[in-house]
């Protein structure tokens, strides 16, 4: 019995002691939040779309005569400069036919010179009794003739001229060069297809579609700055990374595709060789023909914008919404537009106005209407923002 009683004057005593220490603390004050000014600042705006890599130029290399490849001259893969001799073809038949056709012209040039003597000869014994003009007739017509199969053994033999020149097939472009389809000792002819391909490396074009829309909202923004001109291309390889050069948008596609309602735009992008690289290596360019890479479309200028940091966007099944500091230090949800924004700032073009103050840190305590504790972003509790004097808690 003693020991209960003991047991119960005990709990007493600390009931006795824990209530007035209870009834220290008062109701908790409003929440500290970090706050924000809208206001205009300058912000590179940004568009992503899905674009492929397209060479420039590309070029079939196909025989222009039949005959033996010989030799090929040409390192599979690697990179050509324009005028490098990739093919030798057999010579020797084009060169004797050459060589008859060379022999014709000495003949029909003989033929001719002996016809002009002949002519002369006629028209000088035209004035004495000798001289008869139907001669001269004759002499005249045949020269006339010989001077016209000249002219054909001539247009001959500049043929056999051309295609034995076609017997060495030269690069028309520079660019790196695929693999061959017929190796030495085969015949080719001109019906035999490509023998290889060349394909121009810098620049290169990027090629993306984009919605009608977009395009008309880029064009108005970029409208006093020059339009399409006042942006430039950046690539982003399927790895992730960056392509370093920056390019520009070159053409727009004068017809929108009736199934996607999209319109063609093309960039040309530089390709340099990688820092180290040699143009005869594999890989030696960041930018590989038939490619699909990400296009950032930005401005070259930043624009001023209303801005506000992106933690203070919230979103909903209605949309984006932000919490307004009101003269009474409540927080006031506001639904908002946002445009085209960055990873650090949100673009806002309707909701809000320069100069609110919208919560941007802390904002997980925050309740429609109620009163909060609004400081600067990053400043200690308890001031308004600009470091004026703090503005009371409630009315």
Sequence with gaps: ??????AAAATILLCGVALPAVAQFGPPGPPAVGVATVQRRP????????GRVQAIDRVDIVARVTAFIQERLFTEG???QQGDLLYRLERLPFEADLQAKQATVAQMGALLRNATITLNRAQSLLSTPAGQRSVVDDAQAQQASFAAQLMAAQAQLRASQINLDYTEIHAPIAGKIARTTLTTGNVVTPASGPLTTIVSQDPMYVSFPIP?????ELLRRYADKGGFAATAIHLRLPDGTLHKEPGRIDYADPTVAPNTDTILLRG????????????????NRQLVDGEFVSVLLEGVEPLQQLAIPRSAVLSDQQGSYVY???????AQLRRITLGQSTPALAVVTGGLTEGEQVIADNIQRVRPGAVVNPAPVGA???GPPGGGPAAPAGK
């Design 380 to 382: 200690p509790p308890g």
């Design 268 to 283: 040309r992008v530089p390709n340099p060789l990688r820092p180290g690289a040699r143009p005869g290596e594999p890989g």
């Design 78 to 80: 690697s990179e050509v």
């Design 43 to 50: 912000v590179t705006e940004t568009s992503e779309f899905v």
């Design 1 to 6: 019995m003693r020991l209960r009683l003991t």
């Design 212 to 216: 009608v829309r977009t395009e008309l």
């Design 324 to 330: 307004v500091v009101d003269a009474d230090n409540k």
